[in-house]
């Protein structure tokens, strides 16, 4: 199980780099606002972002904590691509069950969003959790 030490979003490098990975896609960036999915140019890209947290309960008098960071990777096409199925399913099999580094495994869950779309673009959205452990001081 990842170890949270000094960054609580450890995970997100560690994501992006396995979705780097992934053939055909053009781009991956952090997202720090939904808002910012609307600037999409160089698609297919992935975007991705930290969605929240469910703590599974502390142990040790609270000194350890297991938590479960919920993450959302979406893909962006142009409208119409007739390949958005086959990346849907390359970022699938890329992080489904997989480590990342000291990360994971990464679970699918069901996705808090909707896919959207616009005049240009569609936009797939995945989600992902990575379970985690936090040791307080002592």
Request: net charge positive; glycine share 8%.
């Amino acid at each position: 199980m990842f170890e949270i030490k000094d960054d609580y979003l450890a995970a997100g490098p560690l994501l992006e780099e396995a979705l780097k990975g992934i053939s055909g896609i053009r781009h991956v960036k952090a997202l720090d606002d939904l808002a910012e999915i609307d600037r999409a140019n160089h698609t297919p890209c992935l975007f991705y972002l930290y969605y929240g947290e469910q703590l599974n309960g502390p142990t040790q008098a609270g000194a350890n904590v297991q938590i479960k960071q919920t993450w959302l990777v979406i893909l962006a096409e142009r409208k119409n691509n007739k390949y958005a199925g086959r990346n849907i399913a390359k970022t699938i099999r890329a992080l489904a069950g997989k480590k990342t580094g000291d990360a994971g495994p990464w679970q699918r869950i069901n996705t808090p969003i909707k896919p959207r779309y616009t005049s240009g673009h569609a936009f797939y959205p995945l989600a992902f959790t990575c379970q985690m452990r936090m040791r307080g001081t002592h």
